[in-house]
């Protein structure tokens, strides 16, 4: 006899561990989570773990915005667990834009922040440089600062959420693989694995890049690819430290991000990312060319690394939709299923609220945040999510 659950969840990312807990904490304490590796094994451990409310799309700062709380009162979220860790840093986020289009899209999108009431402004260079002494800003327009940002550990926020909502009820099964859909006519009523059936209620697919594999059983098709982004970090005659605020440069040509990490700092390119196809080989090389080109990209900003000495360097993979933002919720037409895909970068620092987001749509209740901008249709009625930035990881 199979097992049922009210609901399952697909996937063992932040995500999947974030909706996982908003169901038990919304009273749905007999709910399943099913990974086929181990918790954060997948793209999750790939994070650079930055977390922003700077965005231009309206929805994409309000989302954000909750997930930031939810990541400052992260030990009263999961019920005063005195374990429940994010790492979160508070450094800001300061975004810098030469002349012409990118300048006006920093100052456009901080009006946005502060019309939604996000602590974000736009500073002169002397106000800049008072934050981070290390920049280099001659060819810079326009300067915008969030108090409301930083970056966070991805590892320690995903076990967190697991571990409390098994506290609330919940199952997780991990080394646990999904085959397939169950079917009854065009509703999904549960899932089979390579133990068996499996029966619930509703079930989500929050499987990132192998979204088109879950999309498959459905029998849909997702507009959806898989690009491939290289970090590294630099180490340079003095500690990169903390204090020092996540940094964004849309004057270089990778459109780079830059943050502390473990005295070094982290540099990760912000443009379109290189095509992959195969979700199964996450641990692709970073062409040491392209490397040693973003660093002095990062060096031209930040003058001090310009003797800089590479550490480590890694890749990931991001699940990516043509406006780079995530598709939630339901399946027209296809009772039972809902999916959450396409995150293109955005999955951590969204996560939190997006968990709930979806453990109440999972559960027939009108979302907190409305997610039917973020609806699987939008694309075939030509209603993308774009803002000033259009399409790309700022967004």
């Known amino acids: 006899m199979a097992d049922t659950f009210d609901a399952i969840v697909i996937g063992g990312g932040v995500i999947g561990a974030s909706v996982l807990f908003q169901l038990t904490r919304l009273g749905c304490r007999n709910a399943l989570l099913i990974e086929q590796g181990e ?68 100052r456009a999108s901080i009006a946005v922040q502060r019309s939604l009431g996000v602590d974000a402004h736009l500073l002169d260079q002397g106000q800049a440089l008072a934050k981070h002494p290390w920049l280099q800003l001659g060819d810079i327009d326009a300067i915008g600062f969030e108090a409301e940002a930083g970056f966070a550990d991805p590892y320690l926020v995903t076990t967190s959420f697991a571990r409390a909502a098994r506290r609330g009820g919940a199952t997780i099964r991990t080394q646990t693989e999904v085959t397939g859909l169950i079917r009854d006519g065009q509703a999904v009523i549960g899932v089979q694995t390579k133990d068996g059936p499996i029966h619930a209620k509703v079930v989500l697919s929050a499987v990132n890049v192998w979204s088109r594999v879950a999309a498959g059983w459905a029998g849909i098709d997702i507009p959806f690819h898989i690009t491939a982004h ?51 080989r996450p641990d692709l090389e970073a062409d040491q060319d392209t490397l040693m080109e973003e660093a002095m990209q990062a060096a031209h900003r930040l003058p001090a690394f310009e003797e800089g000495r590479l550490v480590h360097s890694w890749s990931g993979l991001y699940d990516t939709t043509p406006d780079w933002n995530p598709v939630l919720g339901r399946v027209p037409g296809i009772d039972g299923l809902q999916v959450a895909f396409g995150f293109s970068g955005h999955g951590f620092k969204l996560s939190p609220m997006i968990g709930r987001m979806l453990a109440q749509s999972m559960l027939g209740l009108e979302p907190d945040l409305p997610i039917n901008p973020y609806r699987i249709t939008r694309f075939e009625e030509g209603d993308l999510l774009t803002g000033v930035y259009g399409t790309g990881a700022v967004s």
């Open 230 to 280: 290289h970090v590294f970090t630099l180490a340079a005659a003095a500690p990169y430290t903390t204090d020092l605020p996540v940094l964004k440069d849309l004057a270089s040509p990778s459109k780079l991000y830059m943050r502390a990490s473990g005295g070094h700092l982290m540099v990760g390119a912000g443009h379109e990312g290189h095509p992959a196809s195969d979700p199964d």
């Open 39 to 106: 918790l954060a094994g997948g793209m999750t451990a790939y994070s650079s773990g930055v977390v922003r409310t700077h965005y231009s799309v309206p929805i994409n700062v309000e989302v954000a915005r909750a997930s930031f709380a939810m990541f400052e009162g992260f030990k009263d979220l999961l019920d005063g667990d005195p374990d429940a860790d994010t790492g979160l840093v508070r450094s800001g986020y300061l975004i810098v834009a030469p002349p012409g289009p990118s300048s006006e899209a920093v």
